[in-house]
């Protein structure tokens, strides 16, 4: 069965950091490239960053370049997502999103960006 499980999000203050976290199950992770998506409120669903299977190469949505950092360990199936200097913009559900042959969504982690 495959699973994407998020984790990581909560309520964080203006200038603040997290780390995000998707942790894989159920197919071959290193195989995948692995992107974070978020959706604010009212929103479309938009790409945050994107990483390739073995990590090698990395990109970023303008918004985001200088703040958020991908990274992945496939040694333990998980991908992350850290998030410097946040802004009140960046509160939205994150996704992990998983691509190859076939892709899968996870379920979303709730960011809240708030003084």
């Known amino acids: 069965q495959v699973q994407l499980v998020e984790s990581g999000g909560g309520l964080v203050q203006p200038g603040g950091s997290l780390r995000l976290s998707c942790a894989a199950s159920?197919?071959?992770?290193?195989?995948?490239?692995m992107i974070w998506y978020r959706q604010g409120p009212g929103k479309q669903r938009e790409l945050v960053a994107g990483?390739?299977?073995?990590?090698?190469?990395?990109n970023y949505a303008d918004s985001v370049k200088g703040r958020f950092t991908i990274a992945r360990d496939n040694a333990k199936n998980t991908v992350y997502l850290q998030m410097n200097s946040l802004k009140p913009e960046d509160t939205a559900v994150y996704y992990c999103?998983?691509?190859?042959?076939?892709?899968?969504w996870g379920q979303g982690t709730q960011v809240t960006v708030s003084s």
């Open positions: 999103y998983a691509t190859f042959r076939r892709s899968y």
């Open positions: 159920g197919f071959t992770f290193s195989s995948y490239d």
């Open positions: 990483i390739t299977s073995a990590g090698g190469s990395t």
